[in-house]
């Protein structure tokens, strides 16, 4: 995104009432483990088109004073990673908010609901941490997952000029769709 047209902002303002985690079978969700950063940066690869590489990922995410290895989750079957979210404390936010960072799910799995367990995941986990609200970067395209975000309460955050005209649109595509 530009600077003119910068990524949305949703914040979820607590973490109160969160719905049990319930994953489907045959799926289940477990938090990182060691070289697992190999396993992120394929699927992120796959399912994001992304480029970061191992390398990449353990110097801006492993390493970094925000990351938290029990808030790095996959949803996997058997032991194929399919889908990944990360609860990421940056050190620009105030101490009592947490970022979802990087939620994506491979191709062959979306549509299973895997996007909102792993979202759900990671409000959990900052709801374990003691931590108060949540927020997250999207773009305007993705409106399957932001259509998750509303549903797990997070709201559009209108901080920039661009976002009320932008989020109208949004909201007009997904009652349009049947995603509102």
Known sequence: MSASNPQLVMVRPHLD??????????????????????????????????????????ENIISAPGFDPGGMFFAVMGEEAVGTATAFHEENNPPERGTVHMVCVHPDHRGQGLGYWLSLAVLHRFRERGLQSVQLLTDDVRLPAIHIYLKLGFEPHMSHPSYPKRWEAIMETLRKTGFA
């Open 17 to 58: 009432d969160l719905p049990p985690l319930q994953v489907p079978k045959p799926y289940r969700i477990r938090s990182y483990q060691p070289d697992d950063e190999v396993l992120w940066t394929e699927l992120v690869g796959v399912a994001m088109n992304s480029r970061w590489t191992v390398e990449a990922c353990r």
